[in-house]
């Protein structure tokens, strides 16, 4: 299964979930709008809020309560204002969304699954419900079709969160020992995001898997020198130095993991010389 790294999970949590948390209480109007508010024709004027259906109006006041539980680690009430928000409006493919990311945190994969098929059919072509998706068929060892629900949401030219999918889809290609693909979708996040922490550790994890030390060196001394650096990141940077025989680069990153993280299981691995644990 495809893991996120020790202190960047939260990271890793917004940017894999798209209209999830803090971006779906940004966006909830959007969504709402997107959904099931009426389009406006030449005639029609301005859009304003009472032109949103009461049952949709309910629901989104509901999916907002919802999301705000989620963001602060309130599980079991944010489903329950899930459950509310989709009583008023069944056809609400935003609470369908947040239920699915809900049902995936608490490893629910087929409620999970459930939830996300049901937003899919409501709304097929959003990039964002398709990206959520194929995050959870990536988390069930689902590869293949993770990767054409990443696929088609990469394929839409509207599409803005492009870093986030690209990095979901390299993860899922590494965990499908698919690496020549997996380093392809990692570069192309990093172009988009090179500080994402997550993008800038397993692209030089995968590269000094595949003996591409020096490049490997680059990507991983960059995240080492920014604020994003944990005991995962400096265990790596001294398994790359090591690998490169640069012992005076690898001392210093051990003084840092034992300076900083004195009571991690790296620097546990270290001192036992453990690098190929």
């Known amino acids: 299964m495809v893991r996120l790294v020790g202190r960047w999970q939260q990271w890793g949590r917004w940017t894999l979930t798209a209209c999830g948390v803090v971006a779906c209480v940004a966006a909830l109007q959007g969504c709402a709008t997107n959904s099931g508010m009426p389009t406006a024709d030449a005639n029609a004027g301005m859009i304003t809020p ?20 989620f963001e ?71 590869y293949a079709e993770a990767n054409q629900h ?36 990692l570069l192309k996040a990093y172009e988009l995001d090179a500080a994402n922490p997550v993008v800038g550790y397993h692209l030089a994890a995968l590269l ?19 604020q994003y650096a ?15 025989g640069d012992s005076v680069a690898m001392k210093q990153l051990a003084d840092q993991l034992r300076k900083r993280f004195p009571d991690s299981r790296e620097l546990g691995a270290y001192e036992r010389g453990a690098f190929n644990e």
Not at 166 to 181: D, I, V, Y
Not at 230 to 236: F, H, K, P, Q, Y
Request: hydrophobic share 40%; net charge positive; proline share 2%.
């Open 72 to 142: 602060n680690g309130q599980t079991a009430v944010a489903l329950d204002e899930v459950k509310q928000a989709l009583a008023a409006d069944p056809t609400y493919a935003d609470a369908f969304n947040l239920r699915g990311l809900i049902y995936m945190r608490l490893s629910d994969f087929a409620q999970a699954d459930d939830s996300f098929r049901r937003a899919l059919a409501l709304r097929g072509g959003d990039p964002n419900l398709l990206h959520n998706y194929g995050w959870l068929l990536c988390q069930q060892q689902k």
């Open 208 to 226: 000094l898997r595949r003996n591409e030390l020096t490049r490997s060196q680059f990507y991983i001394r960059r995240l080492n020198n920014s």
């Open 230 to 244: 944990n005991s995962e990141s400096l265990w790596l940077g001294i398994k790359v130095e090591r690998a490169l």
């Open 150 to 185: 990443f696929g088609r949401a990469l394929a839409n030219p509207a599409y803005t969160a492009r870093s986030k999918t690209l990095m979901a889809q390299g993860l899922c290609q590494s965990g499908a020992g698919q690496f020549a693909e997996a380093e392809q979708s």
């Open 50 to 69: 009472s032109d949103e259906p009461e049952t949709r109006r309910r629901a989104r006041i509901r999916l907002e309560l919802a999301s705000n539980y």
